[in-house]
């Protein structure tokens, strides 16, 4: 079954981390509309495009159980998403279940709690990721989605590359650090002048979009310079690029011979490590012989806590629902059998005990490793306009791999340009109230 939200959602996901640890923002009054009457009643649902086998058989199924609720589903891109939604909020004309794309959604009030229904329901939420609950769909101490399905990004490597070169496997539960990572690599790699025949030990993408944001902010996420900046993310950064000049890694112009940026290395068996998508990666690495591992991603130094991005269908009700209690029956029914439903399509359930009752992982060490690994997720910095403040980022890797600026100086350089964009940020996020 193929997941809407593939890597794209890596990036919300990290757009959406803990707004608990920001500054105060006022919440919207959890739900009061009397109950459900049982009358005959339709709930409009937007959401991404890419869930042609799962949303029917969702729908069918809710509306099996029940019969005065007839869920309407609209599909949207992922690219259009969030200016749908907009243009919806300035027009009143909201839908009454949506994907919480956007924080400042749930700042403005545009959702409501569910909270009360959460515990009306006895829905226990030690069972679900609490990465996805603390950074994705939290706010103020409020809970406001969950989700069917677990996204992550992890360490994925060869264990039969492993073997044939006598090294131990990374651990499940313990990061690598940085320079683990580096050296593992080069020992894994196999050098040829024919780059079709050659084997990278590792991928060395930017570190931004896959490490913890504390490495980068200031614990309030008002600090960008002086964190990004520090001396560990500097020598990660120095690290990464070395392992590109080393030909540990493949560069952008080697994976541009051998088919582009979304070559799967691999699974071709090409790379014996790689920073991805458990979504994807699981699904192409059990479509091949290759007996593989996951772990969490690397961290700036050893002992550094394991950190693991993760991402959920976040789905909320809109506070302008005209069926607000009857929204939240469909939320609760995605969160207990819609789960159910996911592992049925052979997906990992947010629910780690429907995962667990369920035999998700069934007897692939690979499975089990990324079921102790994702279960690492945690809580981190909220920071709004994350993805302009770390821009940057990408130039600097760059001008260091070339060669032309200092591992210390690209970083100063995106830390004094990153940091005005933050200011401007949080400007605007202090500005948004309830309406």
């Known amino acids: ?113 569910i909270d009360d229904m959460i515990a009306t329901k006895g829905v226990n939420l030690e069972e679900y990721n609490q990465g996805i609950i603390k950074n994705q769909c939290t706010m103020n101490g409020k809970l406001y989605c969950l989700g069917s399905y677990l996204g992550a990004v992890l360490l994925f490597y060869n264990k039969d590359m492993f073997d044939a070169a006598g090294l131990p496997y990374p651990s499940a539960t313990v990061p690598l ?58 020598h990660e950064f120095g690290v990464l690029a070395d392992m590109v000049k080393m030909g540990y890694a493949p560069s952008p112009s080697d994976l541009s011979l051998l088919g582009g940026a979304d070559v799967d290395l691999l699974s071709t068996k090409q790379q014996a490590m790689e920073i991805t998508d458990n979504v994807i990666a699981i699904e192409n690495l059990e479509a091949t012989d290759i007996r593989w591992g996951a772990a969490p991603v690397p961290v700036e130094k050893k002992g550094d806590q394991p950190w693991a991005p993760v991402w959920t269908d976040s789905l909320g009700v809109f506070s302008d629902s005209e069926h607000p209690q009857e929204a939240l029956e469909f939320i609760y029914y995605m969160i207990t059998d819609g789960n159910q439903l996911r592992l049925d399509y052979g997906s990992l359930p947010l629910n780690s005990r429907i995962a667990a009752e369920g035999n998700w992982a069934g007897d692939s060490e690979g499975r089990q490793e990324a079921v102790q690994a994702i279960a690492l997720a945690r809580g981190t910095v909220f920071v709004p306009g994350f993805w302009d403040v770390t821009a940057f980022e990408e130039d600097a890797l760059n001008y260091i791999i070339e060669g032309t600026k200092s591992p210390k100086d690209a970083l100063d350089e995106a830390a004094e340009r990153g940091q005005e964009v933050l200011n401007n940020a949080w400007v605007t996020w202090n500005t948004i109230t309830i309406e």
Not at 24 to 31: D, K, L
Not at 39 to 67: A, M, S, Y
Not at 186 to 194: G, H, V
Request: aromatic fraction near 10%; charge should be negative.
């Open 177 to 234: 650090s940085i320079d683990e990572y580096e050296a593992l690599a080069a020992e894994l790699t196999q050098p040829n002048d024919d780059i079709a025949k050659r084997v990278y030990g590792a991928a060395a993408p930017c570190s931004y979009w896959w490490s913890d944001q504390s490495n980068r902010f200031s614990p309030d996420g008002l600090k960008y310079e002086g964190y990004v900046n520090d001396d560990a993310t500097i």
């Open 1 to 113: 079954m193929k997941i809407a939200s593939r890597i794209l959602v890596v990036v919300m996901v990290l757009a959406f981390v803990l707004s608990a640890c920001g500054p105060a923002a006022t919440t919207a009054a959890p739900a009061t509309a009397a109950p459900s009457t049982g009358e005959t009643v339709t709930l409009n649902l937007w959401i991404f495009e890419g869930e042609q086998g799962f949303l029917p058989n969702l729908r069918d199924g809710f509306q099996k159980t029940h019969p005065n609720i007839k869920l309407e589903i609209t599909e949207i891109p992922e690219s259009d998403y969030v200016t749908k939604i907009d243009v919806a909020l300035v027009a009143g004309s909201t839908p009454d279940i949506g994907w919480i794309y956007e924080m400042r959604w749930m700042k403005a009030g545009k959702f409501l709690p």
